[in-house]
């Protein structure tokens, strides 16, 4: 690897023009990645609820529709607006009372269940359809045509609304989170280094390798909203590290040979060992995410781990190359080190060993409880800011209407009238079912069907299908909500099995159901992994079994604190938080048993050697931490959108907590431990003469 590092060295001002020419395809990738706001497209296509979306589209030519409520306005003028709605591109059609009969015609002749369904004291309600999905480009760009047609008297509610609220706020937001996470962890580098230009060299060169990632992402074609907004701050967090380790070795090789470059490329071949080895726990941490069957787990971790990789490339090319081409200027802007020794809080900390064993012994059954018992939501749009015209429509919705969602059935043509009648009469008995609508509503079931409009009946109904409505008072992703799915389900199911209950609702109880599946596997992956990572480096029995219980603990500490604060958390923090904060952090552990090994392997005593590898790490630790930290916490901060806050709040908590964690319950282990590490580990020994 020497070898490599001498090229490196010799062709740095090359590296440097190709790793500034590399962002403009980068820059392409990256305008051309498509981005998805729609987190429900991520569950399982083979699920009922899946194909059901894909026969609305197939059969009905319809992916996506919105409740659109009007108030205060003259019939003659809904039915203007109606108009207008219509002429908007990929408006297949709107679904209004006036649809069936004129609007001329007396309420008292309209059948009364249809027209309750649409109308309510303050105003009227008409169904908006869609010619594609929730989340498709042209169903947002509706949607926010519409809302300019519609003025401040209409509110557009349904899970388009909320997925373009979410396009429209991250687009706002994602470039702040970029520069509150550099402005941070600049801040904490010029603390931590000796020279003002270092941390600077430092971002650009983490910037490079962000840039690089996010522009191959244009291989996959798309990816998460969600995973494009952490992507920057978490390559940062996790990354800084690598080049921290470059300059450190440097500096020691700088002493030892008299050419700059010889000295650089015996660091680039230290770094490159020790950065891979390291690197691989938190590439195995991300990875662990893509047997989720929820994808975006797949997405996160894919694009996570790529980023990673990438760092460590950067790492040994990039960085380098602009550490020679500017040691002139480094050296000029050297100055005292702001952080002074850490030697006499590292001899307290070992030396009152006994106490934080008992700290960690008192903590760990709340810390197990807290973890067990946080509670988890499911419902997307409880993620945004209750001041966006989509919450702000949906709770109009609610209290015009008392109804918070609709539910859709495709009814397998081949059932009579009477049963249909007698279908949708049970599930009108249903708890928390306000009314359910199908084509005999529209016309009362003493009328034959041939009455119907065919505008209607081409509307509502398929070669293959017929869709009908059912209005529920619960909330999605509400345990009364997945009850009376179940209990409509079953309904359903009984009059035709080839029938389905699927939308949004139905949608959100398959993304809970399915997530908690992916909870499990995904810690259990991500453990087993990490594992034997540690197992195959220190060639040890006992070694992972204390580093993973370490950090699982920092961990259970981390996740049971929401719970303790009455917080509830969106599902997708409890699912990722796990694997990243493990694979991001169980570094540090590794880092400092790394020493203890080295010292007890050169004859140190017990006390002596975990004193020693104290003292070496703990400057390391708390930089590696401090800059997570600083990373994630300004976003965590800054961002109004739940699932991407609540991830970097318990990322930047994490980071704190496995960091004293480490420092403070690691050599107690150790202490209490090394009889046993000693024994049942290689390399701990001195060699035998």
Same mark, same amino acid.
């Given at each position: 690897?020497?070898?490599?590092?001498?090229?490196?060295?010799?062709?740095?001002?090359?590296?440097?023009?190709?790793?500034?020419?590399?962002?403009?395809?980068?820059?392409?990738?990256?305008?051309?990645?498509?981005?998805?706001?729609?987190?429900?497209?991520?569950?399982?296509?083979?699920?009922?609820?899946?194909?059901?979306?894909?026969?609305?589209?197939?059969?009905?030519?319809?992916?996506?529709?919105?409740?659109?409520?009007?108030?205060?306005?003259?019939?003659?003028?809904?039915?203007?607006?109606? #108009?207008?709605? #219509?002429?908007?591109?990929?408006?297949?059609?709107?679904?209004?009372?006036?649809?069936?009969?004129?609007?001329?015609?007396?309420?008292?002749?309209?059948?009364?269940?249809?027209?309750?369904?649409?109308?309510?004291?303050?105003?009227?309600?008409?169904?908006?359809?869609?010619?594609?999905?929730?989340?498709?480009?042209?169903?947002?760009?509706? =949607?926010?045509?519409?809302?300019?047609?519609?003025?401040?008297?209409?509110?557009?509610?349904?899970?388009?609304?909320?997925?373009?609220? =979410?396009?429209?706020?991250?687009?706002?937001?994602?470039?702040?989170?970029?520069?509150?996470?550099?402005?941070?962890?600049?801040?904490?580098?010029?603390?931590?280094? /000796? %020279?003002?230009?270092?941390?600077?060299?430092?971002?650009?060169?983490?910037?490079?390798?962000?840039?690089?990632?996010?522009?191959?992402?244009?291989?996959?074609?798309?990816?998460?909203?969600?995973?494009?907004?952490?992507?920057?701050? &978490?390559?940062?967090?996790?990354?800084?590290?690598?080049?921290?380790?470059?300059?450190? %070795?440097?500096?020691?090789?700088?002493?030892?040979?008299?050419?700059?470059?010889?000295?650089?490329?015996?660091?680039?071949?230290?770094?490159?060992? %020790?950065?891979?080895?390291?690197?691989?726990?938190?590439?195995?941490?991300?990875?662990?995410?893509?047997?989720?069957?929820?994808?975006?787990?797949?997405?996160?971790?894919?694009?996570?781990?790529?980023?990673?990789? =990438?760092?460590?490339?950067?790492?040994?090319?990039?960085?380098?190359?602009?550490?020679?081409?500017?040691?002139?200027?480094?050296?000029?802007?050297?100055?005292?080190?702001?952080?002074?020794?850490?030697?006499?809080?590292?001899? *307290?900390?070992?030396?009152?060993?006994?106490?934080?064993?008992?700290?960690?012994?008192?903590?760990? @059954?709340?810390?197990?409880?807290?973890?067990?018992?946080?509670?988890? @939501?499911?419902?997307?749009?409880?993620?945004?800011?209750?001041?966006?015209?989509?919450?702000?429509?949906?709770?109009?919705?609610?209290?015009?209407?008392?109804?918070?969602?609709?539910?859709?059935?495709?009814?397998?043509?081949?059932?009579? %009238?009477?049963?249909?009648?007698?279908?949708?009469?049970?599930?009108?008995?249903? /708890?928390?079912?306000?009314?359910?609508?199908?084509?005999?509503?529209?016309?009362?079931?003493?009328?034959?069907?041939?009455?119907?409009?065919?505008?209607?009946?081409?509307?509502?109904?398929?070669?293959?299908? #017929?869709?009908?409505?059912?209005?529920? #008072?619960?909330?999605?992703?509400?345990?009364?909500?997945?009850?009376?799915?179940?209990?409509?389900?079953?309904?359903?199911?009984? @009059?035709?099995?080839?029938?389905?209950?699927?939308?949004?609702?139905? &949608?959100?109880?398959?993304?809970?159901?399915?997530?908690?599946?992916?909870?499990?596997?995904?810690?259990?992956?991500?453990?087993?992994? =990490?594992? &034997?990572?540690?197992?195959?480096?220190?060639? $040890?029995?006992?070694?992972?079994?204390?580093?993973?219980?370490?950090?699982?603990?920092?961990?259970?500490?981390?996740?049971?604190?929401?719970?303790?604060?009455?917080?509830?958390?969106?599902?997708?923090? $409890?699912?990722?938080?796990?694997?990243?904060? &493990?694979?991001?952090?169980?570094?540090?552990?590794?880092?400092?048993?790394?020493?203890?090994?080295?010292?007890?392997?050169?004859?140190?005593?017990?006390?002596?050697?975990?004193?020693?590898?104290?003292?070496?790490?703990?400057?390391?630790?708390?930089?590696?931490?401090?800059?997570?930290?600083?990373?994630?916490?300004?976003?965590?901060?800054?961002?109004?959108?739940?699932?991407?806050?609540?991830?970097?709040?318990?990322?930047?908590?994490?980071?704190?907590?496995?960091?004293?964690?480490?420092?403070?319950?690691?050599?107690?282990? *150790?202490?209490?431990? /090394?009889?046993?590490?000693?024994?049942?580990?290689?390399?701990?020994?001195?060699?035998?003469?």
């Amino acid at each position: 690897m020497v070898k490599v590092g001498k090229k490196i060295v010799k062709y740095r001002v090359v590296i440097l023009i190709l790793s500034v020419l590399l962002l403009i395809p980068s820059a392409m990738g990256y305008f051309g990645t498509r981005i998805n706001y729609d987190v429900l497209t991520y569950l399982p296509e083979n699920i009922e609820t899946m194909k059901g979306q894909d026969i609305m589209v197939n059969d009905f030519g319809t992916g996506a529709f919105s409740m659109l409520i009007v108030d205060g306005m003259e019939d003659k003028d809904v039915a203007k607006l109606k #108009e207008k709605v #219509e002429d908007v591109d990929h408006v297949t059609k709107v679904l209004w009372y006036d649809s069936v009969s004129d609007i001329s015609i007396p309420e008292s002749m309209l059948p009364d269940k249809f027209y309750k369904a649409f109308n309510s004291e303050t105003g009227t309600m008409m169904a908006v359809f869609f010619d594609e999905s929730t989340s498709a480009d042209s169903t947002m760009d509706a =949607i926010t045509q519409i809302r300019k047609i519609a003025g401040k008297q209409c509110f557009i509610s349904g899970m388009s609304g909320v997925v373009t609220d =979410i396009k429209n706020l991250a687009l706002e937001e994602m470039p702040i989170y970029v520069v509150i996470a550099a402005c941070l962890s600049l801040l904490v580098l010029l603390l931590a280094m /000796d %020279s003002l230009v270092i941390p600077v060299l430092f971002l650009l060169s983490v910037g490079l390798a962000v840039v690089y990632n996010l522009g191959t992402n244009i291989f996959f074609g798309e990816v998460c909203y969600i995973t494009k907004s952490l992507t920057a701050v &978490l390559q940062l967090g996790v990354t800084m590290d690598y080049s921290i380790f470059l300059l450190n %070795s440097f500096e020691n090789y700088k002493k030892k040979y008299d050419s700059k470059d010889r000295a650089m490329a015996h660091a680039i071949a230290d770094t490159f060992k %020790s950065v891979a080895g390291s690197s691989v726990t938190t590439i195995a941490g991300f990875l662990a995410l893509c047997v989720m069957t929820f994808a975006l787990g797949r997405d996160m971790g894919i694009v996570m781990a790529k980023g990673v990789v =990438i760092g460590v490339i950067c790492c040994i090319t990039t960085l380098p190359a602009m550490i020679l081409v500017f040691d002139g200027v480094i050296e000029k802007t050297k100055h005292k080190p702001l952080v002074k020794s850490l030697d006499k809080a590292s001899g *307290f900390i070992t030396k009152h060993y006994k106490v934080w064993l008992l700290v960690f012994l008192v903590m760990l @059954y709340p810390a197990v409880y807290g973890n067990n018992h946080t509670q988890i @939501y499911y419902n997307i749009d409880k993620s945004l800011p209750a001041t966006l015209d989509s919450n702000v429509s949906n709770e109009k919705l609610k209290e015009d209407f008392d109804m918070s969602t609709v539910h859709m059935i495709l009814l397998k043509n081949g059932m009579d %009238s009477k049963e249909k009648t007698q279908m949708l009469d049970q599930i009108d008995k249903v /708890d928390g079912v306000k009314w359910s609508l199908g084509m005999n509503s529209l016309i009362g079931p003493t009328f034959p069907e041939s009455m119907i409009p065919s505008n209607i009946k081409k509307m509502l109904q398929s070669d293959n299908y #017929e869709v009908q409505f059912v209005c529920s #008072e619960y909330s999605s992703a509400t345990d009364e909500c997945n009850a009376q799915l179940d209990a409509i389900q079953k309904i359903v199911k009984k @009059y035709s099995p080839e029938s389905m209950v699927i939308g949004e609702a139905p &949608l959100m109880k398959d993304l809970q159901d399915t997530t908690n599946v992916d909870l499990q596997r995904v810690n259990i992956l991500s453990m087993a992994a =990490i594992f &034997l990572i540690i197992l195959f480096v220190f060639k $040890s029995i006992s070694l992972p079994f204390i580093l993973l219980f370490v950090i699982e603990f920092a961990i259970f500490v981390n996740m049971a604190i929401p719970y303790y604060q009455g917080v509830t958390l969106p599902f997708v923090a $409890s699912i990722v938080i796990g694997a990243i904060q &493990l694979g991001a952090t169980v570094d540090y552990a590794i880092l400092m048993t790394s020493n203890y090994q080295k010292q007890r392997h050169l004859g140190k005593t017990k006390k002596d050697s975990i004193s020693i590898a104290h003292k070496f790490s703990m400057k390391s630790i708390i930089v590696s931490g401090c800059s997570f930290f600083a990373a994630t916490f300004g976003v965590a901060l800054y961002s109004r959108v739940d699932m991407i806050g609540a991830i970097c709040t318990l990322l930047a908590r994490g980071a704190v907590i496995s960091t004293i964690v480490v420092l403070l319950v690691l050599p107690a282990m *150790f202490m209490v431990f /090394d009889p046993i590490i000693v024994h049942t580990s290689k390399g701990f020994l001195p060699d035998k003469k």
